[in-house]
């Protein structure tokens, strides 16, 4: 089968490792993490990718998202189906299911999450692509302190930098997530080093590439994901389903 993958580039690793297992052909288009920064405003650059992808004879447009904050809300497939998996975010198609997540997260509530791809991909000062940059939020800049006080002046440089980043003072640790990669290694000591600078605890689980490799070989069972029919809309729901199509 022949598909299309449209997939937040804190994937870019994971999906990498299950290319490489499956005998499908996969066209892989990678959107830039910042995307997240524009909330529900993410919909309308996905629709475009989905939109784009549609006309090329695709068995399925296959999507490397979850919910994310309703960013996923919305999105209409049209000729082709669209597929993706049943998680509130990234970190539950990391942990291998919504359920390993809902369970962790019960036992160690106030904690910060880091994988390999949110510490390779997500560095001080990115940016968005310019096609993204005119309709993103200021809330919305991975800059540094430095950064910002050069543009802004000392004072309000600073005043920016500690509401950018003010949502820290709600966690008390950080969790990294091992998906078993290259520079697993190296994420680890990064990851290690932010919970010491932070004050944060620091713990490790072990994550999971089944439902990126379930993605990638066209095994779709309803109860993990979800396939959007040519003409349905994706829709957030209160069930443990946690999205549906009309």
Known sequence: MRFKAIICQV????????????????????????????????????????????????DAILLGYALCG??????????????LPRAHDCIGVLMGSRGAYQAYFEKHPGVYYRSPGWIEFQ??????????????SPLGERRTREELIAKYGEENGIYLFDQFNSFRSHYSGLTYISTGIASDH????????????????????????????QLVNGDWPPEDFLVVAPGATIRATVTDGIVDAE
Do not use: C
């Open 123 to 136: 560095t001080a000062g990115m940016r968005l692509e310019p096609a993204f940059a005119s309709q993103k």
């Open 186 to 213: 190296a994420s680890r000591a990064r990851a290690s080093a932010e919970a010491a600078q932070e004050g944060w605890f620091f713990d490790e689980v072990t994550g999971s590439l089944a439902l990126l490799e």
């Open 70 to 83: 309703r960013g996923t809300e919305g999105l209409r497939a049209g000729k082709t189906q669209l597929v």
């Open 11 to 58: 994937f870019t690793r994971e999906f990498e490792a299950v290319l490489a297992r499956t005998s499908h052909s996969v066209d892989v288009e990678n959107v830039p993490m910042g995307l997240h920064d524009l909330g529900v405003e993410m919909r309308g650059h996905l629709q475009e990718r989905i939109d784009a992808a549609d006309a090329s004879g695709y």
